[in-house]
Nanobody
């Protein structure tokens, strides 16, 4: 079992920045690949970014590439999502997630945190 607790988020003007954090407990953090997803009102949840166990490999959706950065601090059992140059279309509830293997679905999910970008 992995328990994920998110923090960060909030309201920011377009062009601004926010950082989301996701702290893991309950199992060996380094055993899990981590990801960030988001869901806007009336839309399906979509992939944002992922990072492998060591932090050496990251993947981004085209919509956030070059603006968002995913990172992890394995000593602190925490994964981050640094969001820069935010746009109104980034408004969504953001979720962190963990999975043991890259060929399985994400198994554990954070509680979600609201990010609102005003124009």
């Amino acid at each position: 079992q992995v328990h994920l607790v998110q923090s960060g988020g909030g309201l920011v003007q377009a062009g601004g920045s926010l950082r989301l954090s996701c702290a893991a407990s309950g199992h060996t953090f380094t055993g899990y690949h981590m990801g960030w997803f988001r869901q806007a009102p009336g839309k399906e949840r979509e992939f944002v970014a992922s990072i492998n166990r060591s932090g050496g490999n990251t993947i981004y959706s085209d919509s956030v590439k070059g603006r968002f950065t995913i990172s992890r601090d394995n000593a602190k059992n925490t994964v981050y999502l640094q969001m820069n140059s935010l746009k109104p279309e980034d408004t969504a509830v953001y979720y962190c997630a963990a999975r043991f293997d890259t060929y399985t679905d994400y198994t554990y999910w954070g509680q979600g945190t609201q990010v609102t970008v005003s124009s």
